[in-house]
Every structure is written in structure tokens, then in C-alpha cells.
């Protein structure tokens, strides 16, 4: 997943080439947004986040 597929203003996380090969969004809880930003804190990647 790319940092920048994540929107924390509209809490949605965008899901590029899911079933069918399509991209849709997807809602983002605020755990799972407290959560990826604790891992961006601790691993500070450039592009990608892999959880």
C-alpha cells in the first residue's frame, strides 16, 4: 500500500486493483489510522507501507 493511497481527512483508504482489477475505496477506522501511524513513526518508509 502507498502512503499516499491513504486519506485520513475523509478516513478512507484506497484499494488499487481489487477483485476484478478495479480500484475503490474503502473505510478507514480510527484504530487502524492510530495504528499505520504508530508503523510510519517506528519505520518512517519512503513509499510504501508493508504491514
Do not use: F, H, W
Request: net charge positive.
Amino acid at each position: 500500500m502507498k502512503i499516499s493511497d491513504i486519506d485520513s481527512e475523509r478516513m478512507v483508504i484506497k484499494v488499487r486493483g481489487g477483485k476484478g482489477n478495479k480500484d475503490k475505496l474503502t473505510l478507514l477506522e480510527e484504530q487502524m489510522l492510530a495504528d499505520l501511524r504508530k508503523y510510519y513513526k517506528a519505520y518512517r518508509p519512503k513509499e510504501y507501507l508493508c504491514v
